[in-house]
Protein backbone atom coordinates (compact mmCIF):
# COMPACT_ATOMS: atom_id res chain seq x y z
CA UNK A 1 0.00 0.00 0.00
CA UNK A 2 0.66 3.37 -0.30
CA UNK A 3 1.38 5.87 2.11
CA UNK A 4 -0.11 9.82 1.71
CA UNK A 5 0.81 12.83 3.45
CA UNK A 6 -1.40 15.57 3.28
CA UNK A 7 -0.48 19.03 3.65
CA UNK A 8 -1.41 22.87 2.42
CA UNK A 9 -4.61 23.82 4.79
CA UNK A 10 -4.95 26.48 6.16
CA UNK A 11 -7.70 29.38 7.03
CA UNK A 12 -8.22 32.06 3.90
CA UNK A 13 -10.79 34.09 3.51
CA UNK A 14 -13.85 33.74 1.02
CA UNK A 15 -12.70 34.04 -2.22
CA UNK A 16 -8.65 33.54 -1.74
CA UNK A 17 -7.23 30.50 -3.30
CA UNK A 18 -4.91 27.47 -1.76
CA UNK A 19 -3.24 24.49 -2.99
CA UNK A 20 -3.19 21.73 -1.42
CA UNK A 21 -0.36 18.59 -2.04
CA UNK A 22 -0.29 15.17 -1.20
CA UNK A 23 2.82 13.22 -1.47
CA UNK A 24 3.04 9.65 -1.69
CA UNK A 25 5.61 7.26 -0.40
CA UNK A 26 6.01 3.08 -0.25
CA UNK A 27 4.80 2.39 -3.43
CA UNK A 28 5.22 3.01 -7.10
CA UNK A 29 2.75 6.20 -7.39
CA UNK A 30 2.57 6.05 -11.34
CA UNK A 31 0.72 2.78 -10.72
CA UNK A 32 -2.26 4.74 -9.00
CA UNK A 33 -5.15 7.41 -9.55
CA UNK A 34 -5.63 9.64 -6.92
CA UNK A 35 -8.56 11.20 -5.50
CA UNK A 36 -9.33 14.22 -3.00
CA UNK A 37 -12.19 13.78 -0.80
CA UNK A 38 -13.12 16.33 2.05
CA UNK A 39 -15.26 16.17 5.01
CA UNK A 40 -17.48 19.24 6.38
CA UNK A 41 -18.59 19.23 9.97
CA UNK A 42 -21.61 16.92 10.69
CA UNK A 43 -21.73 15.95 6.97
CA UNK A 44 -20.88 12.09 5.28
CA UNK A 45 -17.20 12.54 3.33
CA UNK A 46 -17.43 13.27 -0.21
CA UNK A 47 -15.42 13.56 -3.49
CA UNK A 48 -13.99 16.36 -4.82
CA UNK A 49 -11.76 15.44 -7.49
CA UNK A 50 -9.78 12.31 -9.46
CA UNK A 51 -7.20 12.08 -11.67
CA UNK A 52 -5.90 8.74 -14.02
CA UNK A 53 -2.48 7.49 -13.15
CA UNK A 54 -0.95 9.00 -16.38
CA UNK A 55 -3.09 12.78 -15.31
CA UNK A 56 -4.69 12.36 -18.61
CA UNK A 57 -8.33 12.51 -17.44
CA UNK A 58 -9.96 14.46 -14.18
CA UNK A 59 -13.11 14.27 -12.88
CA UNK A 60 -15.28 16.69 -10.43
CA UNK A 61 -17.50 16.94 -8.15
CA UNK A 62 -20.00 19.62 -9.77
CA UNK A 63 -19.64 22.16 -6.66
CA UNK A 64 -16.12 22.19 -7.36
CA UNK A 65 -16.22 22.15 -11.08
CA UNK A 66 -14.60 25.58 -12.73
CA UNK A 67 -12.84 26.41 -9.40
CA UNK A 68 -11.07 23.48 -8.38
CA UNK A 69 -7.84 21.48 -10.19
CA UNK A 70 -6.31 18.39 -9.66
CA UNK A 71 -3.00 17.47 -10.63
CA UNK A 72 -0.27 15.31 -10.39
CA UNK A 73 3.77 15.17 -11.18
CA UNK A 74 4.78 11.68 -10.73
CA UNK A 75 8.17 11.66 -10.70
CA UNK A 76 7.61 13.67 -7.54
CA UNK A 77 5.02 11.21 -6.74
CA UNK A 78 2.67 14.27 -5.40
CA UNK A 79 -1.23 15.16 -6.43
CA UNK A 80 -2.15 18.77 -6.12
CA UNK A 81 -5.69 20.02 -5.56
CA UNK A 82 -5.82 23.57 -6.94
CA UNK A 83 -8.74 25.80 -5.26
CA UNK A 84 -9.48 29.08 -6.26
CA UNK A 85 -12.53 31.60 -5.59
CA UNK A 86 -12.74 29.09 -2.22
CA UNK A 87 -16.51 29.68 -0.60
CA UNK A 88 -17.66 29.08 3.46
CA UNK A 89 -19.05 25.83 2.21
CA UNK A 90 -15.27 24.40 1.03
CA UNK A 91 -14.65 24.55 5.20
CA UNK A 92 -13.59 20.93 5.09
CA UNK A 93 -10.98 18.02 6.48
CA UNK A 94 -8.97 17.22 2.87
CA UNK A 95 -8.19 13.80 2.28
CA UNK A 96 -6.20 12.47 -0.49
CA UNK A 97 -6.68 8.66 -1.34
CA UNK A 98 -4.92 6.50 -3.90
CA UNK A 99 -7.02 3.97 -6.24
CA UNK A 100 -6.42 1.61 -8.74
CA UNK A 101 -9.13 3.32 -10.99
CA UNK A 102 -10.12 6.71 -10.68
CA UNK A 103 -13.68 7.35 -9.88
CA UNK A 104 -15.89 9.22 -7.72
CA UNK A 105 -16.43 5.87 -5.30
CA UNK A 106 -15.18 6.49 -1.93
CA UNK A 107 -14.56 2.28 -1.79
CA UNK A 108 -12.65 1.66 -4.35
CA UNK A 109 -9.81 3.75 -2.51
CA UNK A 110 -7.48 1.73 -0.28
CA UNK A 111 -5.16 4.28 1.18
CA UNK A 112 -5.67 7.35 2.70
CA UNK A 113 -3.88 10.22 4.26
CA UNK A 114 -4.45 11.83 7.55
CA UNK A 115 -6.70 14.76 6.55
CA UNK A 116 -5.56 18.92 6.25
CA UNK A 117 -8.18 21.13 7.06
CA UNK A 118 -9.22 23.78 5.14
CA UNK A 119 -11.25 26.59 6.64
CA UNK A 120 -13.16 29.53 4.21
CA UNK A 121 -14.14 32.53 6.46
CA UNK A 122 -17.02 34.54 4.90
Known amino acids: QVQLVESGGGLVQAGDSLRLSCVAS????????MGWFRQAPGKEREFVAAITWSGSTTYYADSVKGRFTISRDNPKNTVYLQMNSLEAEDTAVYYCAAAYSASYREALYNSWGQGTQVTVSS
Open 26 to 33: GSTFSNYA
